[in-house]
């Protein structure tokens, strides 16, 4: 079966870095759209917000705007792998972060397939 598995979380102080990995199986990753998406603390029933996303072939990358300059994601279909470089944490990036596959390029979580078990993101003051 499809899984996802997040990885890289953490504790970090404000203005560090963390990279979050996302490694794919049971699916063929270089067919597939691969998004990260993040759940803010206290907001379990609401909908996860959308931070960056990436085509298959790289050619569309596109970020919600409070991470812009700040984020970056790539990936590795060689590695069947998804990154998500953070730099320069705020207090308010902290979330848990998921990774979810999905055949295009998409901000609305509804349209992606496959979804990993999130991985907790924590930026001190």
């Known amino acids: 079966q499809v899984q996802l598995v997040e990885s890289g979380g953490g504790l970090v102080q404000a203005g560090g870095s963390l990279r979050l990995s996302c490694t794919a199986s049971?699916?063929?990753?270089?067919?597939?759209?691969m998004g990260w998406f993040r759940q803010f603390p206290g907001n379990p029933g609401k909908e996860r917000e959308f931070v960056a996303a990436i085509s298959w072939s790289e050619a569309g990358t596109p970020y919600t705007d409070s991470v812009l300059g700040r984020f970056t994601i790539s990936r590795d279909n060689a590695k069947n792998t998804v990154y998500l470089q953070m730099n320069s944490l705020k207090p308010e990036d902290t979330a848990v972060y998921y990774c979810?596959?999905?055949?295009?390029?998409?901000?609305?979580?509804?349209?992606?397939?496959?979804w990993g078990q999130g991985t907790q993101v924590t930026v001190s003051s």
């Open positions: 049971g699916l063929t990753f270089s067919r597939y759209a």
């Open positions: 979810a596959a999905g055949t295009l390029v998409r901000r609305d979580p509804s349209q992606y397939m496959y």
